[in-house]
């Protein structure tokens, strides 16, 4: 089989990105190599060899990502808090960001506590606080909702993916959901309608625009579920949100009637991300 020198095959794809005025980084060639050869990101780069075939998916790879489609979109993969996650354009790709949040939840759950992962998407926080909490002997039971068929169907796979058993609801929010859960995780739409446009180009051509904006207000799907969470929690149940820069006030005065113990949550770039908040006895 035909053997190419490492170097030889980055330069080579590199030549293709700046016939388009743009450069192939070194990160994403190597995390392409990473990715194809199942090997850590530090041993990619010590690769030296690689065969015929891993060049031919590398020359596919650079394909999709010359049109600026994200590299997580590229493999069908994103790591979020270590565990590997499928990810395409059905689902929005988990943030490094958004991982800030799951320690607290996992410090704050107690055994056997029913979690739901509402607007789950790719599953990615209610897997992690699953499989971190197995890590302190706190086993959860996870349910996944989502209004998106395709965004559900990507939650099955990740679960199945990281060992993880739940349950699935194809739901508009609450409509198909019955239960009561110690711990709700949402992750809802909050862009504005007049902010889409200005989004970076990735996202706004690439993620799905159905899991991004929310209306005029960005608030509008809080203004939903806030009302519903009350019938949905246990006694003294809580709820996590992630929401969009400046909304944390708003979201606190929807709260303020059937909440206590509200709480704002940095995420790991040092800016107001979360909410939590304590049902009301």
């Known amino acids: 089989m035909k053997v190419i020198n490492i170097n030889q095959c980055y330069l080579y794809l590199n030549k293709k990105f700046n016939k388009k005025g743009l450069e192939l980084s070194k990160h994403d060639f190597y995390t392409m190599v990473s990715h194809l050869l199942n090997v850590s990101f530090l041993n990619a780069k010590m690769v030296t060899l690689i065969n015929g075939n891993v060049f031919n998916k590398l020359k596919k790879y650079s394909k999709k990502l010359i049109t600026g489609m994200p590299i997580q979109y590229v493999l069908n993969s994103a790591n979020f808090c270590g565990f590997d996650m499928y990810v395409d354009s059905s689902v929005l790709i988990p943030r490094f960001d958004s991982e800030a949040l799951i320690p607290i939840i996992v410090k704050e759950v107690l055994d ?76 809802p739409p909050y862009v504005k309608n007049s902010e889409y446009e200005g989004l970076d180009k990735m996202v706004k051509d690439f993620e799905p625009k159905l899991a991004l904006v929310s209306g005029d207000s960005g608030l509008e799907f809080y203004e939903k579920i806030i009302p519903q969470l009350k019938d949905h929690l246990t006694y003294r149940g809580k709820i996590y949100f992630e929401y969009g820069l400046h909304q944390e006030n708003d979201i606190k005065k929807l709260l303020i009637k059937d909440f206590r113990c509200i709480k704002i949550i940095k995420d790991n770039s040092g800016n107001n991300r979360f909410i939590s908040a304590v049902k009301r006895d």
């Open 112 to 187: 056997n506590d029913n979690v739901l992962d509402l607007c789950s998407g790719s599953g990615a926080l209610g897997i992690a606080t699953v499989k971190l909490a197995e890590e302190q002997n706190k086993f959860l039971n996870l349910t996944c909702a989502d209004i998106s068929e395709k965004a559900l169907n990507i939650s099955k796979k990740n679960c199945y993916k990281n060992y993880v058993n739940a349950k699935f609801v194809l739901s508009d929010l609450f409509d198909k959901i019955d239960e009561k859960f110690d711990v709700i995780i949402c992750n």
